[in-house]
C-alpha cells in the first residue's frame, strides 16, 4: 500500500474515533437529560441513533471529498501515484530487455 494511502487510512481512522467518541458524549447527555426527566429514553435513544446516523452519513461523503482533494494536492505537486511508478518500472524493465537483446544480437 502506497505512502497516500496510509494517510488517508490515518483520517479515517481519527473520523471513526470521532465518532465513536460522539457518540459516547451523546449517550452521556442524553442519560442526563432523561435522569433530568427532560426527555424519556426512546426519545433520547431516537436522536442519539439519528444524530451518529447522520453524522456516519457524512462521514462517508466526507472520506470521498477528503481522497479527491488529496488526490488533487498530489497532482499540484506532481507527485506521482503509486499504480504510475509501477508502470513505469515496467515500461523500464522492458526496455531494459529489449536493450540486452539488441546486444546479444550485435555480439553473435
Known amino acids: 500500500m502506497d505512502n497516500n494511502s496510509n494517510w488517508i487510512q490515518e483520517l479515517l481512522m481519527i473520523g471513526v474515533g470521532t465518532t465513536s467518541f460522539l ?4 449517550a452521556e ?4 437529560l432523561v435522569r433530568e426527566g427532560k426527555l424519556d429514553p426512546e426519545q433520547a435513544r431516537a436522536i442519539i441513533d439519528e444524530v451518529v ?3 456516519r452519513t457524512d462521514q462517508g461523503s466526507f472520506e470521498g471529498r477528503m481522497q479527491r482533494q488529496l488526490e488533487l494536492v498530489l497532482q499540484d505537486f506532481g507527485l506521482a501515484r503509486q499504480k504510475e511508478v509501477d508502470e513505469l518500472r515496467g515500461r523500464i524493465d522492458r526496455l531494459e530487455h529489449k536493450v540486452r537483446d539488441l546486444e546479444n544480437r ?3
Open 106 to 108: 550485435q555480439w553473435n
Open 29 to 32: 447527555v442524553g442519560d442526563q
Open 53 to 55: 446516523a447522520k453524522v
Open 23 to 26: 457518540a459516547d458524549k451523546l
